[in-house]
Each structure stands twice: as C-alpha cells, then as structure tokens.
C-alpha cells in the first residue's frame, strides 16, 4: 500500500509540476487544432478526408504531446541532481520510473482525443471500432513515452533530448503509414518503416477509423506491447548502468 501512496504522489506531483500548467494544457489543444487544420487546407478535400486524416493526427498528437514533456523533464530532473532524491527513496526503480512517466502517458491520451471530439461534431464516429482504437491509443501513449525515457536517460543536456527525439519523431512521421500506405514506400526504405513502433499503432486507428490496415490487430497490439516492455527495460538497464552504478 504505501508503494503505491509513494506512485500517486510523484505522480502527483509532476502532474502539478509540469503537465498542468496553463502553456502545457494549451499546448496540448492547440497542437491536434493546428495539424488538423493543416492538413484539411493542404488536401484541399474538405470533410471527407476526416476519416483518412483522423488516424495520423491522432497518433501525431500522442507522439508529440508524450515525448516532447517527458524527454525534457526527466532531463531537467536529472541535471539539477533533483532526481537523485528520488532514487534514493525505498521505492522499486521499476515503480518510481512508472510513476514518472504516467504523467506523460496521461497527456498523450488525452491529446489523442482532441482531433477525436472535434471528428466528433463534422462526422458520424459510430463506425469508429473503439474496442481496437482505444486500446491502440493507450499503447501509442506508452509506446512513445518510453522511447521519450529511452532518449532521456542516454542525454545530459535538455536539447541534447529535444534534438535526439526529433531524430526518432520525423521519420515517423514519412514512414509510419501515417499519411500514406506503407506499402507505397520504396522497398529499401519499407524494413525501417516496420522497426519504428508507430508503423503498427497508426496501421490499428487506419483499420479503427475506415477498415484500411496491414496486419491483424492482434499482430499489431502485441509488437505495440512488446516494443513497451523492450523500451522501459532498456531504460531501466541505462538509469542503473549510468546513473547509480
């Protein structure tokens, strides 16, 4: 039990801290507005495009909404020695990075659904299949929150992570499917397409929204899940390796 007082504590905390502040909260509203209504003038095709659009800027407003935070703070935490105090706290690391990064898998989810209420009031949502599209949008989440934390905890320096997560965010962006098929990629660039984890998240909501997708949800929930499980113990190797021994 106090274990998980100590979790909601610090989850409370960075809550408090970073993710309700007032340029953090519009931050999070004005990001999915200004892609959508970008991509709506560039395509130039006017409501139609919602279903094919909405996938991708879901899946943009969870990437950039959980990276951008967490790569920063945990950073930040570390170069001004404040997240020593918490290592040294008799808390699991397993529990305490948890409990760091809950805050920036919160935030990407409810970024994900901003362009989703605003689909909301332009087009009918009940062939959306959210049995598949919500759990994607959690995995998504994690997914990207972990590579933040991967990122974080191999950098000094805050713009050493804004710098290395963009090396990861943009390619996602051209070779995740997000905005065309992946099957259109030229074949040397498609193996670099199916090792970044948003090409399985982003082929989930395409099928979610309008049928359009790949793989078998199974297939892509389990390689989402297990790109989770790899990436946090890949971070918690790299924190115990480079920042306690």
Known sequence: MKLWIAFFNILAKDMRTYYLKPPNISWGLIFPLAWTAMFFIKTGSGLGSIPELLPAVVALSILFGSTSLLAVTVTFEKKQRSFERLLLAPVPLELLMLAKTSGAIIFGIVNAFVPVIMAAFLMDLSQVAWSTFIPAVVLIAVTSTFLALFIAVAVSEVFEAQTFSNFFRFPMIFFCGLFFPVQQLPVLLKPISYALPLTYGADVLH?????????????????????????????LRNIRKHWIA
């Open 207 to 235: 099928g979610s929204v309008h049928g359009s997708h790949i793989m078998p949800f199974s297939v892509d929930l389990i390689i989402l899940t297990a790109f989770c499980i790899g990436l946090f113990f890949l971070s």
